[in-house]
């Protein structure tokens, strides 16, 4: 598909001339004569380069470079001019152009200054392309499910996202709450700014301290440089503290700080630091129990809960067990190049009527599983986990056994003998893989 170029010059001959260059080089090229007809031409065409001559009946060009960057971000400008001053430059420049040349002396640069206006267009073209993934990948609409529960969640969280109000998220384990908190991120003015998650739960109250907060050199053993905190990194965007819960009553209090002031000091320092931050919290916990025992600051707790989110889980939308299957089958079908993967309706009504203790994640597991060890486009149910079988599918212990060999035969081979990725597949410990791979005398 030929790359397009629109001149916008009234000196006819000039832009007759022009096209005929341009067109020479395999480009198709389109003309206007006015800056009304240029517009005109970029609402219904999306041209990457556009040449356009300073002095227009109706415009200045210098002046309409910013309605086409506003109509089109993405395309590059080329001002063209007769007499060429220093504050034309510069206003051009200014206002989103990608260079101002002059006519009739600057001829021969015409054709590579378009190679690398078009280049660089496409390097637009494809952040563009980028940033739209991501925002789709964290948007709301890309959350699946039609049930009441889960609509009236997102509704909350859609209410909220455009304030910088803290919101707690509650909901059992593997309920989607970092999915949540990042399509709030995704979703506020904060949205071009840092979107930090740390998991409370992943650090002894030393270490999580100095990764929120940060450190001066020489606090501790091995500070040997000034490093800055999460708290810090999440600047101008939103910090996401996953499983608060199990953060120290000792930390908590310094956090308390930040909810309250935006400043913080790091570990080591005596000079407080200022910071602009968003805080969305997340828990499994029953954090006002808690609170009112002692376990958790009564303070932060109120802070933390200025607007709470509850997350159903899988058991209270099994109207939505179904679509998630399937958006996670295709996902992983892709992965192992096998796109026409179904599930046949044996398997629809185990995993429908299943009660889903893991929620979300654990029927993430469940489908990779099944896409991995399938060997046909439709997978059965006799490849579901061992749990899903009741005493009367399998009825013989010997076969159970069977059962359980040939899957950990397919998985080691899927995982081409990777024992640690096969483990975390499998569901089981490596120690317990160990011991099976040497119960049933399986070769690795």
């Not at 300073?54 to 109509?71: A, N, R």
């Not at 078009?118 to 709301?140: G, H, T, V």
């Not at 893991?358 to 990779?368: A, T």
């Amino acid at each position: 598909m030929q790359d397009s170029i629109l001149i916008i010059d009234d000196e006819k001959k000039i832009n007759s001339l022009l096209a005929r260059i341009i067109s020479l080089e395999g480009f198709r090229v389109l003309q206007a004569f006015t800056g009304k007809e240029g517009l005109k031409i970029l609402k219904s065409e999306d041209i990457p380069v556009v040449l356009s001559d300073v002095k227009l009946p109706d415009c200045s060009g210098v002046e309409l470079v910013i309605e086409i960057k506003k109509l089109r971000p993405g395309s590059e400008i080329i001002n063209l001019t007769a007499f060429g001053t220093i504050a034309d430059g510069v206003s051009a420049m200014r206002n989103g152009a990608f260079d101002y040349i002059t006519k009739g002396d600057d001829n021969d640069k015409i054709i590579p200054l378009i190679y690398k206006a078009l280049e660089k267009a496409k390097m637009n073209a494809r952040l563009q392309s980028l940033e739209n993934r991501i925002l789709k990948k964290y948007s709301f609409e890309s959350m699946i499910g039609h049930s009441s529960h889960i609509r009236d969640a997102v509704s909350l969280a859609k209410k909220v996202s455009a304030t910088d109000t803290t919101v707690l998220l509650l909901g059992e384990t593997g309920t989607g709450k970092e999915v949540f908190a990042q399509a709030i991120h995704h979703d506020s003015p904060r949205q071009n700014k840092p979107f930090v998650a740390v998991n409370c739960s992943g650090f002894s109250p030393e270490l999580l301290e100095s990764e929120l907060f940060g450190y001066k050199s020489g606090a501790f053993t091995g500070a040997s440089k000034d490093k800055k905190g999460l708290i810090e990194e999440a600047n101008g965007g939103t910090l996401f503290l996953d499983e608060i819960g199990e953060m120290s009553l000792d930390l908590q209090a310094k956090l308390l700080r930040v909810l309250e002031s935006q400043t913080f000091i790091k570990v080591g320092d005596t000079q407080t630091s200022s910071v602009n931050v968003r805080i969305i919290a997340a828990t499994n916990r029953d954090l006002q129990g808690e609170a009112e025992v002692g376990k958790f600051r009564l303070d932060l707790y109120y802070r933390l809960s200025v607007f709470s989110i509850q997350l159903p889980p899988l058991s209270h939308r099994r109207e939505d067990i179904l679509p998630i299957a399937q958006h996670f089958l295709a996902e992983f079908g892709a992965k192992v190049n096998r796109n026409q993967l179904s599930l046949d309706k044996a398997v629809i009504s185990k995993l429908t009527g299943h009660h889903w203790k893991g929620n979300i994640r654990e029927l993430k597991n469940v489908i990779e599983r099944l896409a991995i060890l399938s060997d046909r486009d439709v997978i059965t149910a006799d490849l579901l986990p061992f749990e899903f079988h009741t005493a009367t599918a399998i009825s013989d212990s010997m076969n159970m056994q069977l059962v359980e060999k040939m899957h950990i035969i397919k998985v080691l081979r899927y995982t081409k003998g990777n024992k640690t990725e096969a483990s975390r597949l499998l569901g089981i410990g490596l120690t317990t893989l160990y011991r099976k791979i040497e119960e049933y005398n399986i070769e690795s």
